[in-house]
């Protein structure tokens, strides 16, 4: 995963984590969680290289 070390993942109907995509900067990652949530009307998050958790997107806060 060298320069995409962000990972966007998605949580699915079945409540599991799945990833959609991955990014070079934790600014591009987060822009890439909102539009993901707000597009499939799911939670979102975007974690680190290490597998921490650095941002979480809830589609129905992001509307607001």
């Known amino acids: 995963m060298q320069g995409e070390q962000f990972r966007v993942q998605e949580l699915n109907p079945f409540l599991e984590w799945h990833l959609h995509t991955t990014a070079a900067s934790l600014e591009i990652a987060s822009k890439e ?32």
Do not use: F, H, Q
């Open 33 to 64: 969680a909102k539009r993901i949530a707000r597009m499939i009307r799911r939670k979102t998050r975007v974690l680190s290289e290490n597998g921490i958790v650095l941002n979480e997107v809830d589609p129905l806060e992001s509307d607001k």
